[in-house]
Structure formats: C-alpha cells, structure tokens
C-alpha cells in the first residue's frame, strides 16, 4: 500500500535523522573492540580503550542534540502524518483522555519497580452513566500487557465494540492496562533522566524481573483479589514466560493467562525488524 511505504520511509528517515545527530565517532575500532570481553584484552589495551572513551560533557553534547533534532523531526513528522492521513486528534489522547473520550472512567496510578523505574499503570471504570457503577466488580481483576514497543492505550484505542479493554469493563472486570520501562508511560526513574544512556540499559531480563512483578503485586493489592487474568501480546508474552522462572516467578497469582501473537524466539524475526535494531544499537552506542 502506497500509504503504509510513506509511512516507513519516514520512520527510517526519522531514526536516520537521529543516528546522524548522535555525532557517531569516526573511530570505528573503538566502537568495535570496546565491547569485547576484558578478560581476552591487555592491561595496556583496556587503557587505550578508555583514554577513546567520550567524556561526560561529550556526551552531554550529544544528547542534546539528539533531543532537539527528535523533537523537531517528531512535530514535523507528527504534522505531517495529521495532515496527510487526516487523522484524528484522539490518536494523540493518553490512556486516561482516550477512555473518557469513549464515555468511560479511567484512573492514573504510578508503581516503582525495586531498581527504580516509575511505571504508569491505568484502570479502567465503567461509564459514569452505568447503572452497575464503579463499586460493582465481580468477574475478577485483569491485567493487560501490550507490546514493549506499544502502550496502555493499544487496548482501547478503537471503539468501544472492538476493544477488548472496554469489552472487558462492560463484562463486569476490573480492567487494568499495565507499561513497561522505555514506553511512553514509563519514563521516569527515581535517579535516572531518560536522556542518560544508563536508563536504556535494559532487556527483556529486567522487565521480566522487575516490570511484571511489579504491576501484578499492585493490581491485587489495589484490587482486593488474590489471583488475576492476565492478557499479553507481542513482546510482552515473552517477559511472561521469561517470569515463569523459578527465581522470580509469580504464576501463583496467576488464574489464567491468555498470549495474543506470542512470541518464543527471536532468531525469526523479518529482515526490516533486524535492520532497524542494528540501526538503533549503532545510535545506542553512539551516545
């Protein structure tokens, strides 16, 4: 479709855009050899590497011009599609607006994980209007979990009829939709900027140990249940089956679980996906 190529070619020039500002250093051996284990370099190599090393004001530099080079290209990218594609102006309503905007009550609350990560997790209320009312919840607590890469919002971002977030509500659930770190609710830590490359030192590991556990020990203290349902799609169904191990394992909270799109391994993933990761692992290491 002519629409959807548009929409990725400025996707791809958007990241380009970003990995120029981030200044990548001339010196690709440094970016090459600097990850390589410690143990197989010499005392003498392992000085060179870090004499190459960036400073912090380098660094510093070059996060703000990231910054201001993504929020210019994001507003204009932003207009752009608006403009293009006439879309509407609920698309850039968070969770919280969209759901009112649908006729129906929704809270804000905020948990920190034990490494520090501030995560909006947001309930979902039947309409004001309801004859059940907001008291009247018996079909049990749901916590739903999108994409990494997606937000609290993909549950209900389509009409009331096609989502599943409000379906639920309607059904008599308390319905809660859950963030993980690194989205657009999960920003914020309790030392770290989000512009600090040490917050985005993450995978899959910490969500799984952190993130989930988290937002589960809260929904059901908040909730009054002692088990829950859990929805999960995409990405997110492998940090709940990462989550089943038995260090940090919460299945026992668990009454049932339902994955949409599951994902077990990565090593099939499509070559677009592949390249737009090396893309961004090269501006991670830029910065």
Not at 72 to 82: D, E
Not at 272 to 281: I, P, Q, S
Request: aromatic share 12%.
């Amino acid at each position: 479709m002519p629409g959807q190529k548009i929409f990725y070619a400025l996707i791809i020039f958007v990241a380009f855009c970003l990995f120029l500002a981030n200044g990548f250093s001339p010196d690709v051996s440094y970016k090459e050899t600097s990850y390589h284990p410690q143990h197989i370099l010499s005392r003498g190599q392992r000085s060179v590497l870090k004499s190459q090393r960036p400073t912090q004001a380098q660094r510093g530099r070059r996060r703000n011009v990231s910054r201001k080079l993504s929020d210019g290209a994001s507003q204009k990218l932003t207009s752009v599609l608006k403009s293009t594609f006439s879309i509407p102006n609920e698309l850039y309503f968070d969770t919280a607006q969209l759901a009112r905007s649908r006729g129906y009550g929704a809270s804000t609350h905020h948990v920190t994980t034990k490494d520090g990560y501030i995560i909006a997790l947001h309930r979902l209320l039947p309409p004001p209007n309801s004859s059940r009312g907001p008291p009247a919840r018996t079909a049990g607590a749901v916590l739903m979990m999108s994409s990494t890469a997606g937000s609290s919002s993909d549950f209900i971002i389509n009409e009331p009829h096609e989502s599943l977030g409000y379906l639920l509500v309607d059904a008599g659930y308390d319905v809660w939709l859950g963030n993980f770190r690194g989205s657009r609710y999960g920003l914020n830590h309790t030392r770290l900027d989000d512009d600090d490359p040490r917050f985005w030192r993450y995978s899959f590991d910490e969500m799984s140990l952190f993130d989930l556990p988290a937002q589960v020990n809260f929904v059901l203290e908040h909730s009054g249940e002692r088990k829950l349902f859990f929805f999960c799609f995409s990405a997110s169904t492998v940090t709940f089956f990462m989550s089943g191990a038995p260090k940090y394992s919460f299945m026992d909270k668990i009454r049932l679980a339902v994955a949409f799109a599951p994902v077990g391994y990565l090593q099939h993933s499509s070559k677009y996906v592949k390249a737009v990761a090396r893309l961004m692992l090269a501006i991670q290491l830029s910065i």
